[in-house]
């Protein structure tokens, strides 16, 4: 079995770990540590933290940054396939509207490439299997129509909450004490319907729709676009002219590499914070094998992990409660590869959505030159909670979704790999952590808002896109420009 099948064994001191608020300790730690001195250290290398420190960097300030593992990328990493291609295990599509981290992209020299989304896709349901047009990409089946009904709908609300701050929504009382469950119940009459809705809940969100406040989801939505352009529940789910329209040549993680190679001695690998003090005329972080004094510090890690920093003096009640109150969703790729894209010459797109899972939405994932053919599927919420205990397990389950999908070639694959985030120390889960009923309006507004010298990035605290690399670009940019402004008025 390939090395990549047995991924959850060698992480299951990470698993542990990721259960409690203890983050594992290294031999780093125990090392004499360096001391540096710098105007500001930033928390983490993923695309917030990275694009914060690129940006400072090249405004001239003494940046510094600090990552618990040892690679760049946080919630992006790249797996490479037998043949020397790559094929993601975490973030990978952007879209329109998505213009940060395209032009993050276009400035360190990583093109696009565009997702496949020719022939058919296939709607199982029922116990029945159909086929519809990629594009759009709208079953025709009567009660999926259903579903696809309230999306509009949906929309129309989330056009009355503004992305800054939700919890200002005119009905955001109302709809924050809501679960997106409920709204389903009460707008989707068929059971089929109901389903397909659930599906596209676990692949946006890794989370059931009763994990979700309606507030929450409505943000989410209206997320989903910029400054011009208003969001769509429509965008987060499509291809073309949708968040997966596009993918990156050699990978999304090449981009957070390429950015930080550019950055140099700045990035510190294997260096998880794990104090932060704050004083009146700067801040002392302590890492594994480094002690960094800075005058601002940008933290910029999922809200779960803020819980394992220890902060002196306490964060305020409203931002240390962000960490219990924003938890992080559980969804999986499960990934096959097989010689060639079988099911393009079958006229199939390889895009699934079905009814019965584990893995019921699916993509094709293959290399921009199509060779060789992967297709994943998406396993979240509940499904992944009851995902099969062993990796043959998961690989056996898979195959079976995809013979149904796609036909029996889909039982020779070459390869099988995955990635389960929950497992990962540093992470503990993905896509995004998520607000449950009650928990926006309550924790919301301490998303963004300083705590002294500490200011906060991620995409968890971006405006729009929200829970995307887009979002976390964004967030690393407004964290810069927030600490820039900062040193300049505030002198030591």
């Known amino acids: 079995m390939p090395e990549s099948t047995t991924r959850r064994g060698f992480l299951g001191a990470g698993a542990a770990a990721g259960v409690g608020l203890a983050l594992p300790g290294s031999a780093a730690a125990k090392r004499p540590k360096r001391r540096r001195a710098v105007e500001v250290a930033v928390v983490g290398a993923g695309f917030a933290g990275l694009t914060a420190a690129r940006d400072l960097a090249r405004a001239g300030h003494d940046v510094v940054v600090l990552e618990a593992r040892n690679r760049v990328g946080g919630r992006t990493l790249n797996h490479r396939l037998g043949s020397g291609e790559i094929s993601e295990l975490g973030g990978e599509y ?8 395209l032009a993050l992209a276009r400035s360190v020299g990583v093109s696009t490439f565009a997702t496949y989304n020719d022939g058919l896709d296939v ?13 759009p990409g709208l079953p025709n089946d009567p009660d999926v129509q259903q579903a696809v009904s309230v999306i509009p709908h949906l929309d ?10 939700p919890w200002k929504a005119r009905r955001a009382a109302e709809w924050d004490a809501t679960t997106l469950e409920a709204f389903k119940l009460a707008n989707i009459p068929s059971v089929k319907g109901r389903a397909i809705f659930d599906a596209a809940t676990r692949a946006i969100w890794g989370a059931e729709a009763s994990e979700l406040s309606l507030l929450y989801v409505l943000f989410y939505i209206a997320a989903a676009g910029n400054a011009s352009t208003k969001g769509s529940f429509f965008r987060l789910i499509g291809v073309a002219g949708g968040a997966q329209e596009s993918r990156f040549v050699g990978g999304s993680q090449r981009v957070a590499q390429e950015v930080a190679r550019r950055l140099g001695s700045r990035v510190l690998l ?18 594994d094998g480094h002690t960094v004094h800075a005058r601002r510090v940008i933290v910029a890690v999922p809200p779960v992990l803020c819980a394992s920093i220890h902060f002196a003096p306490g964060l305020p009640a409203q931002r240390h409660q962000l960490a219990h109150h924003v938890p992080p969703g559980n969804l999986q790729k499960w990934q096959l590869s097989y010689d060639r894209p079988f099911w393009r010459e079958a006229g199939l797109s390889g895009q699934a959505v079905a009814d019965i899972g584990p893995a019921n939405t699916t993509f ?13 599927g998406f396993v979240g919420g509940d499904a992944a909670r009851r995902a099969p205990a062993s990796a043959r397990g998961r690989r056996d389950a898979l195959i079976a979704n995809l013979a149904l999908y796609f036909g029996e070639q889909a039982r020779s694959p070459r390869e099988y ?15 995004v952590g998520h607000f449950p009923a009650g928990a926006l309006r309550a924790y919301g507004p301490a998303l963004r808002q300083p705590t002294g010298r500490i200011h906060w990035a991620g995409t968890e605290t971006a405006t729009y896109w929200n829970g995307y690399m887009d979002g976390a670009v964004r967030s690393g940019e407004r964290a810069a420009t927030e600490v820039a402004r900062a040193l300049r008025l505030k002198r030591p």
Request: hydrophobic fraction near 35%.
């Open 417 to 431: 790999f995955e990635m389960d985030w929950t497992q990962e120390a540093w992470t503990r889960g993905c896509p």
């Open 123 to 135: 709607l199982y349901a029922g116990g029945q299997r159909s086929t519809y047009a990629a594009n």
């Open 156 to 165: 129309q609300m989330a056009a009355e909450v503004p992305v800054d701050a």
């Open 270 to 287: 294997s260096a998880p914070v794990r104090r932060i003090e704050a004083a009146r005329r700067g801040v002392t972080v302590h890492a």
């Open 94 to 101: 952007i879209g329109p509207t998505q213009d940060r981290i």
């Open 364 to 376: 094709d994932n293959s290399p921009p030159g199509g060779s060789p053919g992967v297709i994943f």
